[in-house]
């Protein structure tokens, strides 16, 4: 071990994992999918070691701008902490809406996840999913605006089990993640309003083409809690590319359905995950 | 006379057959460094067969099995990752083994006449990202034998549990 090793990576082995099974990194920061959290453990550390991540994301709408970036950390395969920063860009709608053009809504959303069971990639002759709890913590930085539009609060958190199981004989992942949630639009219109917290699904199938490329679709279920706006669920066609062990490119299509009164928000999406 | 020869005869060469599978039982094979004596099963191999002629197929028979357990053997042999592990080998056994396990879980005409997974490494101290090193190393051959990814991933499916056996560290 040279002198130049950090202090923390000490004792800690760092890579092993095989690629893509870090999962990409989601809106909100967690290993999985771009838009849903999966059992996954981010880092390309093994059970004996430290890994991290760390993500840059934009999603161009028709009406508006998403953007996200933020690091993470996974411990042994078993624990993963992430932080997140979005931005959300109103640009011409903000205006219409009466907030200025160019408004923006900010969020931090602060997450831990721990491994319960199971594991996604090894445990082929199973029927035992990798099974992981998360907790995601999430303050959005305009209070008087979300409280405005019918909001209970500017913070939140989300609670989720998920589920991800690898069917290697098929080349095929799948994940189910059940979230327990009170965000409007992951919390950037706040939190809360016409209901409080509600369970919600969000479920990923995605094939593997080869080691270095994952195609798939995801669907998430999403709160409808806002009287001014409708919510609608999220749907994204992804494809995620391994460049090699410490770079993934994710570029996917998604369809957010209305936001803010803005219907049919369709787009694209582009993250760059860097890990090691 | 004449008739009582060709069972003669037959008893002989079973005989000689015998006698040959006698001096070469699973752990004394010619050209091999001797390993205590064990029963040879198939159920040693750690999987099942798979049934479905095509996986085999994919890998081009027995000749591309061969081929792929040298270019997974010459790859070990160079990826300083784990080649370490490998340094007391017996090449002779583990390319004659691997070629066994590998050709009786595609569904081939094999026998696995090697030891259990956990007994072979038991004392190895293998972690999982060496086990992920192999798993890279053995797709590196099957690319270059061309098999298929998703006929890769076939086989790759029934050695992914044996992390459990093969990981001891």
């Known amino acids: 071990m040279s002198l130049a090793t950090p202090v923390l990576a000490q004792g800690f082995e760092t890579g092993g994992k095989l690629l893509l099974t870090r999962g990409i990194s989601t809106v909100e920061g967690a290993g999985g999918g771009g838009l849903s959290s999966w059992a996954l453990i981010t880092g390309n550390e093994t059970d004996r070691g430290i890994g991290a991540t760390a993500h840059a994301t934009q999603v161009e709408l028709d009406d508006f701008r ?31 809406l009466g907030l200025g053009q160019g408004f923006t809504f900010e969020q931090d959303v602060i997450g831990v996840k721990l491994r319960l069971l199971g594991d996604a990639v090894y445990a082929q002759d199973s029927w035992v999913p990798q099974l992981a709890l998360g907790i995601q913590h999430k ?44 965000a409007n639009q992951t919390g950037l219109l706040g939190f809360s309003g016409l209901d409080d ?39 994204d066609l992804f494809a995620a590319y391994a460049v ?33 | 006379m004449t008739r009582l020869s060709i069972p003669m005869a037959s008893l002989a060469i079973l005989a000689i057959g015998s006698a040959a599978l006698a001096i070469q039982p699973p ?51 160079q990826d300083e990752r784990i080649e370490g592990i490998f340094r007391a080998t017996d090449w002779p056994r583990l ?36 086990f992920n090193a192999l798993v890279e190393n053995l797709q590196d051959a099957m690319d270059a034998e061309g098999v298929p990814f998703g006929m890769q991933n076939r086989l790759l499916a029934r050695l992914a549990p044996m992390h459990g056996d093969v990981v001891t560290r």
């Open chain 1, 66 to 96: 998403f953007q996200a970036a933020g690091f993470a950390v996974g411990l042994h395969d078993r624990f993963e902490f992430s932080w997140t920063r979005q931005r959300f860009d109103t640009r011409d709608a903000g205006a219409a």
């Open chain 1, 139 to 182: 303050s959005n930085d305009q209070g008087a605006i979300v409280r405005a539009v019918g909001a209970a609060d500017d913070s939140g958190y989300d609670v989720y089990l998920a589920a991800t199981k690898l069917y290697l004989d098929h080349s095929l992942l799948l994940n189910a993640t059940v979230r327990w949630t009170e």
């Open chain 1, 197 to 235: 917290h509600s369970l919600q699904g969000e479920f990923t199938a995605a094939y593997l083409v080869s080691r270095r490329l994952l195609v798939g679709a995801e669907y998430r279920f999403k709160p409808d809690n806002l009287g001014f706006a409708t919510e609608d669920d999220w749907v």
């Open chain 1, 244 to 276: 090699n062990e410490h770079l993934t490119v994710t570029a996917a299509w998604v369809d957010l359905g209305s936001i803010a009164t803005f219907d049919d928000q369709r787009g694209f999406y582009l993250s760059l995950q860097a890990g090691f």
């Open chain 2, 27 to 77: 752990h004394a094979h010619p050209g091999e460094l001797e390993v205590d004596p064990y029963e040879a099963s198939n159920a040693h191999a750690g999987a099942a067969p798979i049934s479905d002629p095509a996986v085999l197929a994919a890998f081009n028979g027995e000749a591309g099995i061969a081929r792929i357990v040298d270019g997974l053997i010459a790859g070990i042999q």
């Open chain 2, 95 to 130: 390319r004659r083994t691997l070629n066994e396990q590998i050709c009786y879980i595609l569904g081939g005409p094999c026998d696995y006449t090697g030891r259990s997974m956990a007994s072979v490494h038991a004392d190895h101290g293998i972690t999982t990202a060496e």
